[in-house]
């Protein structure tokens, strides 16, 4: 958010020593990208600066009789407004992978009062660590056996800005276990689900958060090994370095799960500065005081969960592209550089595959597990 902000000064540098006629023209460019900053990332009446072509609501969202939806994180937060979104449109069944049964009974009575009984019993919740391969490998055919449709996978569960971790049983640098990994593997498991679906006739799209920390992802990340991602990089790195790695597995789907499949779109999103668990509690975890100015003093200024969900929902409901990078409301940006690198994606996906098949084997490839991707 701050790094939009110095290019911002920066191009206003250099467009006060251009000739009069040219700057007007560029000062409103500037305008529209300093409205498209604001959007992105604020709450309030922020997404009205939006573009009217970038405009939508989470009351804009399409009917959804008939379809299915997986969503990681689904009980609370962002996730929570994409589920209850999805819900108030009508969605024939949830399945919500989350950790804490607490916040799912919470979840489940909110449902209950908003929008009855009913509505509430089309929620199936599945408790699972996504840091756990075996654990979401296993989830994931609990939901193959419970449906033969997915239309909507939303992989939004996440761990925060927090210190260096690796998880106890594989060893990973648990940013990138449970953000990215473990993603992938339940991606991966849910393939043949979510092929039938497309192969019906109807459009699934697939949704991964992602994030502008993106941008903080060190300069020097080339996914090359474990020893690489098992660095401690810092709090802000080491949760940037996993949002990029979002980014660049959406559009290696892209490549090369959509052509094959075209009616499957994957595309990942910015929620925004957000008031969710991540910005006001997990915080002082890495930054004890520093935090105090993030969870309370900024507060006025984050997005509420609902306009947190925005994107994810459009990505979700709306879109009729792949590859995209969706900033809120619905505004499509090019990510950095990194997140732009096709070779740097393949090496992602490439180490991935190493790391996962090195970590469970006995559990999966000694068994059969095919390891594909797309």
């Not at 939006?50 to 009980?75: I, M, R, Y």
Request: aromatic share 6%.
């Amino acid at each position: 958010m701050l790094t939009g902000t110095f290019c911002l000064l920066r191009k206003t540098q250099i467009l006060s020593r251009s000739r009069p006629r040219i700057r007007y023209s560029s000062l409103a460019g500037s305008m529209d990208t300093i409205k498209s900053t604001i959007a992105e990332n604020f709450g309030g009446v922020s997404h009205k600066l939006a573009d009217a072509k970038h405009q939508f609501s989470l009351e804009e969202t399409p009917d959804q009789s008939g379809k299915v939806a997986v969503v990681t994180g689904g009980s609370q937060g962002i996730g929570y407004g994409a589920s209850f979104t999805l819900l108030q449109k009508n969605l024939a069944k949830l399945f919500v992978l989350s950790m804490s049964g607490e916040t799912m009974d919470g979840a489940i009575n909110d449902v209950k009062e908003k929008l009855g009984e009913e509505t509430a019993k089309k929620i199936t919740w599945l408790p699972c660590d996504l840091a756990n391969w075996k654990a979401v490998a296993e989830t994931s055919q609990k939901i193959r056996d419970q449906t033969d449709r997915l239309d909507i996978l939303i992989l939004n569960a996440g761990r925060g800005i927090m210190t260096y971790q690796l998880t106890e049983d594989t060893g990973v640098d648990l940013h990138m276990a449970l953000n990215h990994m473990g993603h992938v593997v339940l991606t991966s498991h849910l393939l043949p689900v979510l092929k039938s679906t497309a192969s019906n006739g109807n459009k699934v799209r697939i949704s991964v958060q992602a994030s502008n920390a993106h941008q903080g992802a060190p300069s020097d990340t080339k996914f090359a090994s474990l020893d690489e991602l098992n660095r401690d990089l810092g709090p802000n790195a080491q949760y940037g370095r996993s949002k990029l790695a979002g980014i660049l597995y959406a559009r290696y789907l892209a490549r090369h799960l959509t052509p094959q499949n075209p009616g499957i779109l994957v595309n990942a999103t910015h929620p925004g500065f957000v008031e969710t668990k991540m910005s006001v509690e997990d915080i002082h975890e890495p930054y004890p005081i520093a935090g105090a100015a993030m969870s309370t003093l900024m507060s006025p200024l984050k997005k509420d969960h609902w306009m947190g969900a925005v994107s994810t929902v459009y990505a979700s409901t709306v879109v009729e592209e792949s590859g995209l990078y969706i900033c809120p409301p619905a505004i499509p940006e090019q990510g950095s550089d990194m997140a732009r690198d096709e070779e740097l994606g393949e090496q992602l996906m490439k180490l991935t595959r190493e790391i996962v098949m090195e970590k469970t084997y006995s559990d999966s490839k000694e068994k059969g597990c095919p390891f594909e991707f797309y």
